[in-house]
């Protein structure tokens, strides 16, 4: 083989490594945005924290709720991907101190009418007892009114940081506060 030839083969050796590198990960973005679950963002300043939480919002399309998650299961908040909290300052989640930064929102299905909201380090795939940040109970009602995209906002309500989860007719209400 004559080096041009070598040096021909090489470049489309390249060449479609880097086609295929495209197509994997054209793929891979394609895989998320193929659930058609759009991006949701709830966005408050709470004392002088400045607080996000950003999530994907699935539909019901017609399914159970109380069918799809069991007493004693972590419920991700979202879909697709974690759902995340992120200030700029340290919280306070019933008297647990959540230090500034992005941390995973989860919630903890108790038992029925009896919730709780989870802020931990790893999401829940990956969750153990000791990436738990802090935990505490949420609110619990059922809406008259179904919503079927999962909707998830953030309010300040006297100082204190409101976070409040719809989906179907679930609703449920938790509360931080800046951390002193």
């Known amino acids: 083989m004559t080096p041009e030839k ?16 495209i197509a994997a990960l054209a793929l ?3 895989d998320v945005r193929a659930h058609g679950n759009e991006h949701g963002e709830a ?3 709470i004392g002088n924290a400045k607080v996000t939480i950003s999530y994907n919002r699935p539909a019901l399309k017609g399914r159970d709720l109380t069918k799809m998650i069991q007493p004693g299961d972590l419920w991700r908040l979202g879909a697709d991907i974690p759902t995340t909290i992120e200030s700029d300052a340290d919280l306070d989640f019933g008297g647990t101190r959540v230090p500034q930064g992005k941390h995973i929102l989860l919630a ?16 829940r795939f990956h969750y153990e007892p ?3 940040i802090a935990e505490e109970p949420m609110e619990f009602e059922n809406g008259k ?14 100082g204190r940081g409101v976070i409040e989860i719809a989906w179907g007719t679930l609703r449920l209400v938790g509360a931080f506060v800046p951390a002193k």
Request: net charge positive; charged share 25%.
């Open 108 to 123: 903890r299905y108790v038992e029925p009418g009896k919730w709780t909201l989870v802020v931990s380090s790893k999401d």
């Open 43 to 45: 966005k408050a300043t």
């Open 6 to 21: 070598g040096q021909d083969m090489l470049r489309r050796k390249r060449v479609l490594l880097g086609l295929a590198a």
């Open 130 to 132: 000791s990436a738990r």
């Open 28 to 30: 891979a973005v394609g």
């Open 145 to 158: 009114d179904p919503t079927d995209a999962l909707t998830i906002q953030l309010s300040n309500k006297g």
